[in-house]
């Protein structure tokens, strides 16, 4: 059996195919596990979701080219969010925008993130009031 | 049994006083009674870090040679006010750069106590004793004659927590508030915040000395908006809702930029994180009883900015305990919730007054004044 990879990826559905059972397709044929992280689809209208696809690398190139086949548009999410912690005053507003869970306060009230829980929404940084919250990639 | 300041400050003198913070008398509280707490505690530290919009710094820079009335001053292109003597000038914290969104007048003072220098530019009419038309200098907390904070309203006691019923996005001075009660966002330290621990303002008042910014300063006087009138709650005394405030007053020249800090909030502007922090003398058992009021006995109200009015609906009445746990109970849904003001700060700032009294750096104050003073909050009326 080769490596395990998981990926995190933005794919953007044209209308013409969100009817089509997609991800269930990339599960049952392609072999890998899906992770919907974020997602607005609605018929008749372009579609995208945000999800981290796992499983061996032969198995993900070929999920890939089959999304491609079927003219899903996939872009590598490389974006990630750094916080800067001399900058950060640990109020916590962010954490009330965050609606996955990946920004929140512990319990000394002290800021905490966890990158595998973010979907790059991007609303912490706009709820940020001192501009502690860069987006990178 | 009653405690005097006086005594108060002997014990501190002797390095014999008893100082618990805020949040360490409520743990307290959880296995002693009143009458104990008063026994053993002389006093409890309070402390805040929040976002105070009427905020501001008066500077006078000294007189130049050909002398000169600073007009129409601008500090790093934020417009300060001139229309005091001549080299008076007030910068607010709120006031905006021109042409910029996300710098203003608390970014000035900010970066004063920072040690930059800002770039002050005015105009005036020249007068025969003030002939200057036009200056442009560098302005600096070293090259200034004084450089004081006067804040006409700070440390409120006690603030409506924010939520929205509406469809779209809000972009508010509680932060961003989601469409369909997507969040709650809340703006006080709760059980460590100031005026949270003397609802009736019985230690605290005019002349109180006070944490502001890092540094030492006072009260000045009742802050505006100041409301005695808001309905209490029957057991801690406590305004649910907006209640008293303070004018605050201190030397901007020693404070330090961990506890004041610039804020641009996005569909807003500006504003100011400043750190407070009061001590509560527990003169009596009633105060330690104020004193060791918890998270949970303080209720506020949830109103509704999706409705653009004065008189926004009371979606809920909660208590901190509730707001601070991240969850919020609104018609059966869970709804995310979170503070605007830090209370990781807030805890550092009460345990440097109390490190500050043990150490014999900060004695206590009587008021000069007993507050409320006018005690009115009313909205605009026609003459």
């Not at chain 2, 409705?307 to 707001?323: A, H, M, Q, S």
């Amino acid at each position: 059996m080769g490596r395990n990879i998981k990926e995190r990826v933005f794919l953007l559905f044209p209308k013409k195919v969100v009817n089509y059972p997609i991800t269930a397709m990339l599960i049952k044929e392609k072999n890998v596990f899906v992770n919907i992280l974020k997602a607005e689809i609605m018929p008749n209208e372009d579609g995208y979701m945000i999800v981290d696809i796992e499983g061996e690398i032969k198995d993900i190139e070929e999920a890939k080219k089959f999304l491609k086949e079927k003219g899903v548009s996939i872009f590598p999410i490389s974006q990630k969010i750094i916080i800067n912690k001399k900058e950060c005053i640990n109020c916590g507003s962010c954490t009330g925008v965050c609606l996955p869970g990946a920004l929140f306060l512990n319990k000394k009230f002290k800021l905490e993130f966890k990158p595998e829980k973010c979907i790059l929404c991007s609303m912490c940084k706009e709820a940020c009031p001192v501009g502690a919250i860069e987006i990178i990639g | 049994m009653k405690r005097s300041i006086e005594e108060i400050n002997e014990k501190i003198k002797k390095g014999e006083v008893v100082v618990l913070r805020a949040d360490e008398i409520v743990e307290m509280r959880k296995k002693e009674k009143i009458k104990e707490i008063f026994k053993k505690v002389d006093v409890v530290t309070t402390g805040t870090f929040g976002m105070m919009c009427s905020s501001g710094a008066f500077i006078n820079t000294g007189h130049f040679d050909p002398p000169i009335k600073l007009q129409e001053v601008t500090l790093n292109d934020v417009k300060a006010y001139g229309g005091i003597a001549s080299v008076d000038i007030y910068i607010g914290a709120t006031e905006k750069a021109n042409g910029r969104e996300d710098y203003g007048g608390a970014h000035v003072i900010q970066g004063l106590v920072k040690g930059e220098k800002i770039k002050l530019k005015a105009k005036s009419f020249p007068t025969d004793c003030y002939p200057g038309k036009e200056i442009e200098v560098y302005i600096s907390l070293k090259n200034v004659n004084q450089a004081f904070l006067f804040n006409p309203r700070n440390c409120y006691q006690n603030y409506n927590a924010a939520t929205n019923s509406s469809k779209e996005l809000l972009y508010t001075y509680m932060g961003p508030l989601l469409p369909n009660f997507g969040n709650v966002m809340f703006s006080t330290s709760g059980e460590l915040s100031p005026l949270h621990k003397d609802p009736f303002f019985r230690t605290v008042g005019i002349g109180t000395k006070i944490f502001i910014g890092g540094t030492k300063g006072y009260v000045a006087w009742e802050g505006t908006q100041f409301n005695f009138y808001t309905e209490k709650d029957k057991i801690t005394g406590l305004p649910i809702g907006p209640g008293g405030t303070l004018a605050l007053i201190g030397n901007l020249k020693e404070m330090k930029s961990e506890f004041l800090k610039a804020a641009y909030i996005k569909g807003y502007g500006i504003s100011l994180f400043l750190g407070i922090g009061i001590p509560i003398p527990l003169i009596d058992e009633e105060m330690a009883f104020y004193a060791s009021i918890s998270n949970e006995m303080i209720k506020t109200k949830i109103v509704d900015y999706g409705v653009k009015r004065l008189d926004r609906p009371i979606v809920k009445i909660t208590n901190y305990k509730e707001l601070f746990s991240g969850w919020v109970e609104i018609n059966g849904k869970r709804v995310k919730s979170a503070p605007r003001t830090s209370i990781y700060k807030s805890i550092e700032i009460a345990e440097i007054l109390k490190r500050w009294i043990k150490n014999k750096k900060f004695y206590l104050t009587n008021y000069v004044r007993k507050l409320p003073i006018e005690g009115v909050y009313k909205r605009w009326e026609e003459i």
